[in-house]
């Protein structure tokens, strides 16, 4: 089975509003942080890397759809900002009845008819694994980005995130069909620092980590 797509803009720093922070973007006191990702097995939909907790507001998209054919979802992941409206239209020809057991962000969308086009919108960031109650194998993720500070890992498997504002922070990396591992960086202003790490499968039905809340 060919891998199925998945949607992703990537980042631009946004301004927030601590006077501090700004000042640091302003004068060009930010740092780089870059390194590479492996992953055992090929991994279906992205790998990002992000920083975890407050920043400037996450510029990935605000809206997204992942539709239902073949009882099955078209897309096994997909990227968004906080309060991003993600659209389930239902191509199959059979009803389903989606739902999430997310610690952060638990839902159900009632069972639906072919044509319907429920939504739902994705508030909380975090990793989200969306299933169908109706279809056991149907499974995708929403994973909702945090901020602004984030990149999605290159086929080569290097990545950088530029502008990332100075103090100790939490990166995380990411798959859907691998176990997230997270590292602490001390940023430092004008620096380079490096975050390499290699993914592991998550055990089948793991789903997401009951503590990706970011």
Same mark, same amino acid.
């Given at each position: 089975?060919?891998?199925?797509?998945?949607?992703?803009?990537?980042?631009?720093?946004?301004?927030?509003?601590?006077?501090?922070?700004?000042?640091?973007?302003? *004068?060009?006191?930010?740092?780089?942080?870059?390194?590479?990702?492996?992953?055992r097995g090929k991994p279906r939909g992205?790998?990002? $890397?992000?920083?975890?907790?407050?920043?400037? !507001?996450?510029?990935?998209?605000?809206?997204?759809?992942?539709?239902? =054919? #073949?009882? %099955?979802?078209?897309?096994?992941?997909?990227?968004?900002?906080?309060?991003?409206?993600?659209?389930?239209? #239902?191509?199959? %020809?059979?009803?389903?009845?989606?739902?999430?057991? *997310?610690?952060?962000?638990?839902?159900?969308?009632?069972?639906?008819?072919?044509? %319907?086009?429920?939504? &739902?919108?994705?508030? &909380?960031?975090?990793?989200? =694994?969306?299933?169908? #109650?109706?279809?056991? *194998?149907?499974?995708?993720?929403?994973? $909702?980005?945090? #901020?602004?500070? %984030?990149?999605?890992?290159?086929?080569?498997?290097?990545?950088?995130?530029?502008?990332?504002?100075?103090?100790?922070?939490?990166?995380?990396?990411?798959?859907?069909?691998? +176990?997230?591992? &997270?590292?602490?960086?001390?940023?430092?202003?004008?620096?380079?620092?490096?975050?390499?790490? +290699?993914?592991?499968? =998550?055990? !089948? *039905?793991?789903?997401?980590?009951?503590?990706?809340?970011?």
């Open positions: 089975m060919s891998p199925r797509p998945f949607v992703f803009l990537l980042f631009l720093a946004a301004p927030i509003a601590s006077s501090v922070e700004t000042d640091a973007r302003a *004068s060009g006191e930010t740092c780089i942080i870059r390194g590479s990702v492996a992953t992205p790998v990002m $890397v992000y920083v975890l907790g407050e920043g400037p !507001p996450a510029t990935a998209p605000t809206s997204g759809v992942i539709g239902q =054919r #073949n009882k %099955a979802f078209d897309a096994d992941a997909l990227v968004v900002s906080p309060g991003a409206e993600v659209a389930f239209p #239902n191509r199959d %020809a059979v009803h389903h009845h989606l739902y999430s057991h *997310s610690s952060q962000d638990p839902f159900e969308l009632a069972q639906h008819a072919p044509g %319907a086009r429920p939504v &739902r919108v994705f508030d &909380r960031p975090g990793d989200v =694994r969306v299933q169908c #109650n109706l279809h056991e *194998s149907m499974e995708t993720y929403v994973l $909702v980005l945090p #901020n602004a500070w %984030a990149a999605e890992v290159a086929e080569d498997g290097t990545y950088v995130i530029e502008g990332v504002e100075p103090g100790v922070r939490t990166v995380e990396a990411w798959s859907a069909w691998h +176990r997230p591992e &997270r590292a602490e960086v001390t940023c430092e202003a004008g620096g380079e620092h490096t975050f390499t790490t +290699r993914l592991r499968m =998550r055990t !089948p *039905s793991s789903g997401p980590e009951a503590d990706a809340v970011y």
